[in-house]
């Protein structure tokens, strides 16, 4: 059997030389054109996605909130009584001075910020019922659309 060498490539081709001709890449006007249509669907696209993710947080703060009011619900029926203002969210985690306290209440170690980052505010409601308050964004009473208070009534 022969062994079949490689043929070696044939030196009378001249190499491309598209570089030098100017054929190669984009032009500037090209690239504008490009950079001017993503900047439309972008600005088009933008206030949709912040518009659903500020929804979400109203969303899942409520959801925290209810499970919350579902927790002070078990430690009303260990002990009788909602927790003071005083003892307030933290009497969920750690109780042991409560009378007849079988905490925690809630699986974190410590209660929950709201989705904005700020602590939920704990009163005594109308008929002695906890109610549970996230300030919104602005972490603040008050306010209106995204910085309007939540609570669940």
Do not use: C
Request: glycine share 10%; net charge positive.
């Amino acid at each position: 059997m022969q062994k079949l060498l490689p043929r070696p490539l044939p030196t009378n081709r001249k190499p491309s030389r598209r570089k030098d001709r100017g054929d190669g890449g984009f032009t500037l006007l090209e690239l504008l054109v490009v950079l001017v249509i993503l900047s439309l669907v972008a600005s088009i696209a933008a206030p949709r996605v912040l518009g659903y993710l500020s929804e979400a947080r109203v969303r899942a703060a409520r959801l925290q909130i209810e499970a919350l009011t579902s927790a002070f619900d078990l430690f009303y029926l260990d002990t009788s009584r909602y927790p003071t203002e005083r003892e307030g969210l933290t009497a969920l985690v750690s109780g042991t001075a409560i009378k007849r306290w079988k905490g925690p209440y809630i699986q974190q170690a410590s209660v929950p910020l709201d989705p904005w980052g700020h602590e939920y505010q704990y009163r005594i409601g109308d008929k002695g019922r906890p109610q549970i308050i996230s300030f919104g964004a602005d972490g603040v009473e008050g306010g209106a659309d995204n910085a309007a208070d939540i609570a669940i009534q």
